[in-house]
């Protein structure tokens, strides 16, 4: 098999990579290592910046997006008693946010691609990388027990964090950034109405919590966790009764609850690679960096990534101009280093640390108190929380 650009990974970057690259005239080839039911049973992200939703439209992918998600133009954090609804929109001059579930838009992805017969394989064994810094690097795997070799041009690695693209940058050339926090998040999901019409994030002695939501009818919570605690650990009662007492008095009473359709344990972690370029390989989204959840960009950063990834293949491919993907690698990190730390910045205000001491803890208060009063610092948040800009 021949094609211009090898895919390693059906997420939401490959997919979104290879139906970009396809509307230019592009040729690439799908790998997934799992069937299309089990990547379309993560559930993951909710919050879509601009950046995201936009680069959806223009991949011909928006349209259930613009029927069916919510624009939220506000959100609120609540701290010991403490409410602070951080107007978005009024911070930003009219940016907004897109509630719509990951698995949806993986969904549209999917089922663009199959629209258009792009070459998806998914249950792509043993997929290996090989001559990643010559002319034409190949990739080998096994589908239905039989061998395949894809010839290709490029290689982009969009196969998450546990994939082989990464993996297959030689030691002495990656350099790794990492922060692993001593903590998880459990999370369920519940056809409950959700508690409000916004994102509600919390903090409490005991630890955060965050009401978040998929629609009217579908509801999505979080709550900060014991890194080895396992999901036989919380039953739908305890998770229950730990989430309302972390909320505000008010909403843990109006809180509607059901029986979880899903439950899962993630555990919080910042992660950088450098660079995202190993010869003829590109790595994008998760492939390359991890964000904790809490300044809900892991998604929105695989989105500028890729961006970034389709123009520059795209020039190469058609204009044989090489600029763009020589320059690929700075201009990504330029903007996932922002999203790292407001992310870390957020993860940090939010949640118990268990051992830290007092002065910390001040410092956590001190830093809300000053966020209630300073219109400058409601901005920050709010800049970096509808996406900063594709530079
Ligand atoms: P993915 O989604 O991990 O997809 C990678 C794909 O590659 C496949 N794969 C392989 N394929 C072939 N060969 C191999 N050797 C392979 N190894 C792996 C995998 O099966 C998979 O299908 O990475 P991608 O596409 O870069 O997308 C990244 C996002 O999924 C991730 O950043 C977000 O989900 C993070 N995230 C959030 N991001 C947001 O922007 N907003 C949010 O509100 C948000 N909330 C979240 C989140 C992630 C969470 N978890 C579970 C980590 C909430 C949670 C709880
Ligand atoms: C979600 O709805 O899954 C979600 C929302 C906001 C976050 C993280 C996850 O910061």
């Known amino acids: 098999m021949k094609t211009?650009?090898?895919?390693?990974?059906?997420?939401?970057?490959?997919?979104?990579?290879?139906?970009?690259?396809?509307?230019?005239?592009v040729d690439s080839?799908?790998?997934?290592?799992?069937?299309?039911?089990?990547?379309?049973?993560?559930?993951?992200?909710?919050?879509l910046e601009q950046g995201l939703t936009d680069l959806l439209r223009h991949a011909g992918v928006g349209a259930r997006m613009d029927r069916e998600g919510e624009i939220h133009d506000g959100f609120s954090i609540a701290v010991g008693g403490r409410e602070l609804r951080v107007d978005l929109a009024g911070l930003t001059g009219g940016k907004t946010v897109t509630v719509y579930g990951?698995?949806?838009?993986?969904?549209d992805l999917y089922a663009a691609r199959e629209a258009m017969d792009g070459a998806v394989i998914t249950q792509a064994e043993d997929i290996t990388l090989h001559d990643l810094t010559a002319d034409r690097p190949?990739?080998?795997?096994?589908?239905?027990?039989?061998?395949?070799?894809?010839?290709?041009?490029?290689?982009?690695?969009?196969?998450?964090?546990?994939?082989?693209?990464?993996?297959?940058?030689?030691?002495?050339?990656?350099?790794?950034?990492?922060?692993?926090?001593?903590?998880?998040?459990?999370?369920i999901l519940s056809e409950t109405p959700p508690v409000a019409e916004e994102l509600i994030y919390a903090r409490h002695d005991e630890g955060f919590a965050l009401c978040s939501l998929r629609s009217r009818v579908l509801s999505r919570y979080y709550v900060q966790c014991p890194l080895d605690d396992r999901i036989e650990d919380?039953?739908?009662?305890?998770?229950w009764a730990v989430l309302k007492s972390r909320l505000p008095g008010d909403v843990a009473a109006r809180l509607v609850t059901g029986?979880?359709?899903?439950?899962?344990?993630?555990?919080?972690?910042?992660?950088?690679?450098?660079?995202?370029?190993?010869?003829?390989?590109?790595?994008?989204?998760?492939?390359?960096?991890?964000?904790?959840?809490?300044?809900?960009?892991?998604?929105?950063?695989?989105?500028?990534d890729i961006h970034y990834l389709s123009r520059a293949l795209i020039?190469?491919?058609?204009?044989?101009?090489?600029?763009?993907?020589?320059?690929?690698?700075?201009r990504a990190l330029a903007r996932v280093w922002k999203a790292e730390r407001f992310s870390w910045w957020m993860t940090t205000l939010l949640?118990?640390?268990?051992?830290?001491?007092?002065?910390?803890?001040?410092?956590?208060?001190?830093?809300?108190?000053?966020?209630?009063?300073?219109?400058?610092?409601?901005?920050?948040?709010?800049?970096?929380?509808?996406?900063?800009?594709?530079?």
């Open 4 to 25: 211009q650009v090898a895919i390693i990974g059906g997420g939401p970057s490959g997919l979104l990579l290879s139906q970009l690259l396809h509307r230019a005239g």
């Open 29 to 47: 080839v799908v790998l997934e290592r799992r069937s299309r039911d089990y990547v379309l049973g993560r559930i993951r992200a909710g919050v």
């Open 102 to 107: 990951q698995t949806e838009v993986t969904r």
């Open 138 to 187: 190949r990739v080998t795997f096994v589908k239905d027990g039989a061998p395949h070799t894809l010839e290709a041009a490029f290689v982009a690695g969009c196969d998450g964090f546990h994939g082989v693209s990464r993996k297959s940058i030689p030691a002495d050339i990656l350099r790794e950034y990492e922060k692993v926090y001593p903590f998880g998040w459990l999370g």
């Open 234 to 239: 919380w039953p739908d009662d305890r998770f």
């Open 259 to 304: 029986p979880a359709i899903e439950k899962s344990i993630a555990p919080l972690r910042s992660y950088v690679a450098e660079p995202m370029r190993y010869g003829r390989l590109f790595l994008a989204g998760d492939a390359a960096h991890i964000v904790p959840p809490t300044g809900a960009k892991g998604l929105n950063l695989a989105a500028s």
């Open 315 to 330: 020039a190469c491919c058609r204009d044989g101009s090489e600029q763009a993907l020589m320059d690929y690698s700075a």
């Open 351 to 391: 949640h118990r640390f268990p051992e830290d001491g007092a002065f910390n803890h001040r410092i956590q208060q001190a830093e809300f108190d000053y966020l209630l009063g300073s219109r400058a610092a409601q901005t920050a948040l709010a800049e970096n929380y509808v996406g900063l800009p594709y530079a």
